[in-house]
């Protein structure tokens, strides 16, 4: 029998000299014993539990097997050398069976480059996930598909979610902001991991537990991934899910919550703007007195102390730790989370600051026009440099700035708009700020001083 030893075998190019088996059952037990080193019991056990292999009989009941069956054994072998429980084995094979693909050959991804043109071969799932995102990167749909598809037969839905999908959307963003991807590529990306998120969400599984949950985004905030993951966790751990997807507005939200009577509120933010809006929500949640509030997001891991400024309970910094805290807030009496009280004079500095933001805007603009940038380039500007001054000064804290000034730097310049005028900007809000403010808001003018110096420090340099 030409069988590669069980070494040899699995996704990693086992029977690349065979492309059929022979399915003549010739071999009695103890040549297949022989053959693949396995316990007897241990293949009546597969085979009275999985059906895996079936063997022939003979009339008088022996067990017969052919070649394939002993490539199937030595393929079930293989994945257990791995790492895998045999009804996950099996359930890996099934699974491959059932998408046309023969587990004993190695699926051919058509036209795939280099990089992850050879059959997935490990279980491990940094390895999967850096194929896919090899596959992402290429825009190759069919290997990114057919990579999740392999990793949900391996691993349980919640780490595919958490330790492939999220953290391979964090890589990508993170090599897009070092400018080795474009923006396209992480799109691409994206698209394909929230295509697959919610077809997951659409099979959920009926709710099992009491507890009605309410989660989405506060308003302006578009980034699904993270209140959609974990509405699929929570639905799978059986608590009864309202999902209300991104850029959920203010108004009528307290009525909604009326309407719904949800035991708990999720809320997610990834900037410090939509973390601002988050707190308005919490607030006015707070108010009404109607059900607890819980938050997360990239912004808080980024920021801790901003967790301190929210009415609500922090869910933590990962989706484990997330699922974890909904399960102890809705089972358990957690004490109320103590919050920070936002100084007056940020309050009257952002009173300040949004009553002359228009006299601002207008002088700065003047004295852009004629160096050649862009309205476009302007008004994009404007809106993320606003934003966030409007959202420090909403928490009591201008340092809160620097968090999120190199991301909007990286923004910027995605809209083309160069470094060297981005410095021209900065300059100019700071001189028509300084020009139309006082008294409490001069804070913001100190701070855009700064922000224009450590720019020119850093065109400097380079």
């Given at each position: 029998?030409?069988i590669?030893?069980p070494?040899?075998?699995?996704?990693?190019?086992v029977?690349?000299?065979?492309?059929?088996?022979?399915?003549?059952?010739?071999?009695?037990l103890?040549?297949v014993v022989?053959?693949t080193?396995?316990?007897?019991?241990?293949?009546?056990?597969?085979?009275?539990?999985y059906g895996?292999?079936?063997?022939?009989r003979?009339?008088g009941?022996h067990?017969l097997y052919?070649?394939?069956?002993i490539?199937?054994i030595?393929?079930?072998?293989?994945?257990?050398e791995e790492?895998?429980?045999?009804?996950?084995?099996?359930?890996?094979?099934?699974?491959?069976?059932?998408?046309g693909?023969l587990p004993?050959i190695a699926?051919?991804f058509q036209?795939?480059?280099?990089?992850?043109a050879?059959t997935?071969?490990?279980t491990?799932?940094?390895?999967?996930?850096?194929?896919?995102i090899?596959?992402?990167?290429?825009f190759?749909e069919?290997?990114?598909e057919?990579?999740?598809s392999?990793a949900?037969?391996?691993?349980?839905?919640?780490m595919v979610?958490?330790?492939?999908?999220?953290?391979g959307l964090?890589?990508?963003?993170e090599?897009w902001?070092n400018d080795?991807v474009?923006?396209q590529?992480e799109h691409?990306a994206?698209?394909?991991?929230?295509?697959?998120?919610?077809t997951?969400?659409a099979?959920?599984?009926?709710?099992?537990r009491?507890?009605?949950?309410l989660?989405?985004?506060p308003?302006?905030?578009d980034?699904?991934?993270?209140p959609l993951?974990l509405?699929?966790?929570?639905?799978?751990?059986?608590w009864?899910?309202i999902?209300l997807g991104?850029?959920?507005?203010?108004?009528?939200?307290i009525?909604?919550?009326e309407?719904?009577?949800?035991?708990?509120?999720?809320?997610?933010?990834?900037q410090?703007?939509t973390?601002?809006?988050?707190s308005?929500?919490?607030?006015?949640?707070a108010?009404?007195?109607?059900?607890?509030?819980?938050?997360?997001?990239?912004?808080?891991?980024?920021?801790p102390?901003?967790r301190q400024c929210?009415?609500?309970?922090?869910?933590?910094?990962t989706?484990e730790?997330?699922?974890q805290?909904?399960?102890?807030?809705?089972t358990v009496a957690?004490?109320?989370?103590t919050?920070?009280r936002?100084?007056?004079?940020?309050?009257?500095a952002?009173a300040?600051?949004?009553?002359?933001?228009?006299l601002?805007?207008?002088?700065a603009?003047?004295?852009l026009?004629?160096a050649?940038?862009?309205?476009e380039h302007?008004t994009n500007?404007?809106l993320h440099?606003?934003?966030?001054i409007?959202?420090?000064?909403?928490f009591?804290?201008?340092?809160?700035?620097g968090a999120?000034?190199?991301?909007a730097e990286?923004?910027?310049?995605?809209y083309?708009m160069?470094v060297?005028m981005l410095?021209?900007y900065?300059?100019a809000y700071?001189?028509a700020?300084?020009e139309h403010?006082?008294g409490?808001?001069?804070?913001v003018?100190d701070?855009?001083a700064?922000a224009s110096?450590?720019?020119?420090l850093?065109a400097d340099s380079?």
């Amino acid at each position: 029998m030409n069988i590669c030893k069980p070494t040899q075998l699995g996704l990693e190019g086992v029977f690349d000299i065979m492309t059929s088996f022979n399915e003549n059952s010739a071999y009695n037990l103890k040549v297949v014993v022989n053959e693949t080193g396995i316990k007897p019991d241990t293949l009546r056990a597969w085979e009275r539990r999985y059906g895996l292999p079936a063997p022939d009989r003979t009339d008088g009941g022996h067990r017969l097997y052919s070649d394939k069956d002993i490539a199937t054994i030595k393929w079930l072998m293989a994945r257990q050398e791995e790492g895998l429980s045999i009804s996950r084995a099996v359930k890996l094979w099934r699974s491959l069976i059932a998408e046309g693909k023969l587990p004993l050959i190695a699926p051919e991804f058509q036209a795939s480059p280099p990089a992850f043109a050879e059959t997935i071969t490990h279980t491990k799932l940094d390895d999967i996930r850096a194929a896919w995102i090899g596959a992402c990167l290429e825009f190759n749909e069919a290997a990114a598909e057919h990579i999740l598809s392999q990793a949900f037969a391996l691993y349980q839905p919640e780490m595919v979610l958490t330790q492939l999908l999220q953290k391979g959307l964090a890589e990508i963003g993170e090599l897009w902001f070092n400018d080795e991807v474009s923006v396209q590529q992480e799109h691409f990306a994206s698209a394909l991991a929230m295509r697959r998120l919610n077809t997951m969400l659409a099979a959920a599984p009926a709710p099992t537990r009491s507890g009605r949950i309410l989660i989405g985004c506060p308003p302006h905030e578009d980034h699904t991934f993270a209140p959609l993951a974990l509405t699929i966790l929570l639905r799978y751990r059986g608590w009864d899910m309202i999902y209300l997807g991104a850029n959920v507005p203010l108004g009528r939200f307290i009525s909604t919550v009326e309407s719904i009577k949800p035991n708990l509120i999720i809320m997610t933010a990834q900037q410090l703007f939509t973390a601002a809006k988050l707190s308005e929500i919490a607030q006015n949640v707070a108010a009404e007195n109607q059900a607890m509030l819980a938050f997360g997001g990239r912004i808080f891991n980024m920021v801790p102390r901003l967790r301190q400024c929210i009415p609500g309970y922090f869910l933590g910094e990962t989706m484990e730790e997330a699922t974890q805290m909904v399960d102890r807030l809705l089972t358990v009496a957690v004490p109320a989370p103590t919050t920070k009280r936002i100084p007056d004079f940020y309050l009257k500095a952002l009173a300040a600051f949004r009553e002359n933001q228009a006299l601002i805007e207008a002088h700065a603009w003047s004295l852009l026009k004629s160096a050649g940038i862009s309205y476009e380039h302007y008004t994009n500007a404007n809106l993320h440099l606003s934003r966030d001054i409007y959202a420090a000064l909403t928490f009591g804290d201008i340092a809160f700035l620097g968090a999120e000034i190199a991301w909007a730097e990286k923004l910027l310049l995605n809209y083309r708009m160069p470094v060297e005028m981005l410095r021209h900007y900065l300059h100019a809000y700071h001189e028509a700020a300084a020009e139309h403010v006082s008294g409490a808001a001069r804070l913001v003018v100190d701070w855009l001083a700064e922000a224009s110096h450590n720019l020119d420090l850093v065109a400097d340099s380079n």
